[in-house]
């Protein structure tokens, strides 16, 4: 069985301040871990994905994300905020073995302010 | 390179009708994906495709629920009879490769918003 958290449904930032979304998961297989970003009436653009190599991820847009298997978790951060990543996020993890079926987070809406 | 597209972007039906999706993966990709978000909840699995056969259809609600791929290119899902619940947005997304395809990159279109009265 697998499970995703992410643990704040909104995050306000200024433009310009650092960006963090948190995310946990639990699952019964190593998992490969993904970050998502939907911007309004589009599709969900992959950011960035782990998959068992390096532990630290950078994705496109200046975002990147941690694998820390001993706290679970694989939260995703930006150094500083622009206005045009103000989206909804959604953390999803695939276990490597089994049905491989992805399970995803409920999302998070990151609002940035000028 | 155009990327998935799906048809209706909003769809509203009254209970007991019939209501078909449609979604064009990007050319070339073998895996189709379709997944529901019900409204406050978070995305779920439906059903896979790769080419036109049905790989994994465990996340499908109920027999309500039909989906088609002929000829391996667009991908149809329809809802008959349609019931209050099943209102959300459903997204289609497409992915190249073979073995866990879940692993790699997957396209997702923009989504349909499906209401039920």
């Known amino acids: 069985a697998q499970s995703v958290t992410q643990l704040d449904s909104h995050v306000s930032v200024s433009e310009g301040t650092p960006v963090l979304l948190r995310c946990n998961y639990s699952?019964?297989?190593?998992?490969?871990l993904f970050w998502y970003v939907q911007h309004p009436n589009k599709g969900l653009q992959l950011l960035l994905k782990y998959t068992s190599a390096a532990t630290l991820v950078k994705g496109i847009n200046g975002f990147e994300a941690e694998f820390k298997k001993s706290e679970t978790s694989f939260h995703l951060t930006k150094p500083s905020a622009h206005m045009s990543d103000a989206a909804e996020y959604f953390c999803?993890?695939?276990?490597?073995?089994?049905?491989?079926?992805?399970?995803f987070g409920r999302g998070t809406s990151l609002i940035v302010h000028p | 390179e155009a990327g998935v597209t799906q048809f209706p972007s909003h769809s509203v039906i009254e209970k007991g009708q019939t209501v078909t999706l449609r979604c064009d993966p990007i050319s070339g990709h073998d895996n189709l994906y379709w997944y529901r978000r019900v409204m406050g909840k978070e995305i779920k699995f439906l059903l896979h495709f790769v080419k036109e056969s049905k790989q994994d259809e465990s996340g499908m609600p109920n027999n309500r629920f039909l989906a088609e791929r002929t000829g391996g290119t667009y991908s149809t899902l329809k809802v008959q009879p349609a019931e209050l619940e099943d209102s959300g947005v459903y997204f289609c997304?497409?992915?190249?490769?073979?073995?866990?395809?879940?692993?790699?990159?997957?396209?997702f279109g923009p989504g349909t918003r499906l209401t039920v009265l």
């Open positions: 999803v993890v695939t276990p490597s073995g089994g049905s491989y079926i992805p399970t």
């Open positions: 997304a497409s992915s190249q490769g073979s073995g866990a395809a879940f692993l790699n990159e997957q396209f």
């Open positions: 699952s019964s297989y190593s998992p490969s």
